[in-house]
């Protein structure tokens, strides 16, 4: 089955930098999908980024300039790194497998347990 875990979150001060990885199994993850969501108590989970199989990329306005997302399919992991910080990017920054039909229109086949990542200020 397919399996997505992440790591990599932490506590870091306003303006410091985080890098998240996630390494996929049993899939095959040079043809899929990738991206990264976040969800803060009490907030519906959210779209951050995602990088498709051809490597093109989008991000979320919020995460703009600061995030970057990544990937390696030689060790099946996608990346996201988080530069510049701000307490509101305090979250569970989740891995997610799929396919991208548009920037609206997508569907998630595999999530992955979540890593958390606090900002301080």
């Known amino acids: 089955q397919v399996q997505l875990v992440e790591s990599g979150g932490g506590l870091v001060r306003a303006g410091g930098s985080l890098r998240l990885s996630c390494v996929a199994s049993?899939?095959?993850?040079?043809?899929?999908?990738m991206g990264w969501f976040r969800q803060a108590p009490g907030n519906e989970r959210e779209f951050v980024a995602r990088?498709?199989?051809?490597?093109?990329?989008v991000y979320a306005d919020s995460v703009v300039g600061r995030f970057t997302i990544s990937r390696d399919s030689a060790v099946n992991t996608v990346y996201l790194l988080l530069n510049s910080l701000k307490p509101e990017d305090t979250a569970t920054y989740y891995c997610?497998?799929?396919?991208?039909?548009?920037?609206?229109?997508?569907?998630?086949?595999?999530w992955g347990q979540g890593t958390q990542v606090t900002v301080s200020s």
């Open positions: 997610a497998a799929g396919r991208w039909y548009s920037e609206a229109l997508y569907r998630i086949d595999s």
């Open positions: 049993g899939l095959t993850f040079s043809t899929t999908d």
């Open positions: 990088i498709k199989w051809s490597g093109q990329t």
